[in-house]
């Protein structure tokens, strides 16, 4: 098995927080799970990451939690993530708008 990079690392726990999102408000649309799959694929997560996220997408696996000290490196790649899950449904929740806000506090800018 090949060894992660440490960006490989960074979009896990970004792609970790996206599931966090996208549970946020007691279900995941189907554009969640393209987006989040898709991030995963393109970004080249290893396919055995990709099957434990589809677990955790389908309710079948708790969710992970997300190093938030590895995503304060780069809050700006991390919002662009989040701001992208967000607007793919077309709707915006009010569980997933309070988890932005804390997000806001965490992460800074």
Same mark, same amino acid.
């Given at each position: 098995?090949?060894?992660?990079?440490?960006e490989d690392d960074f979009?896990?726990?970004v792609l970790k927080l996206l599931l966090q999102l996208a549970?946020?408000?007691e279900r995941?649309?189907?554009e969640e799970v393209g987006l989040i799959l898709g991030a995963a694929r393109s970004w080249g997560v290893p396919e055995a990451e990709v $099957?434990?996220?589809?677990a955790c997408l389908d309710g079948k696996e708790l969710l992970p939690a997300p190093d938030l $000290?590895?995503?304060r490196e780069r809050p700006d790649a991390v919002f662009e993530a989040v701001r992208a899950l967000i607007a793919c449904d077309g709707?915006?929740?009010a569980a997933e708008s309070e988890m932005l806000d804390e997000l806001r506090?965490?992460?800074g800018p």
């Open positions: 098995m090949a060894r992660l990079t440490a979009n896990i726990e549970w946020s408000d995941v649309a189907p $099957g434990a996220l589809k $000290g590895l995503l709707h915006l929740q506090i965490i992460l």
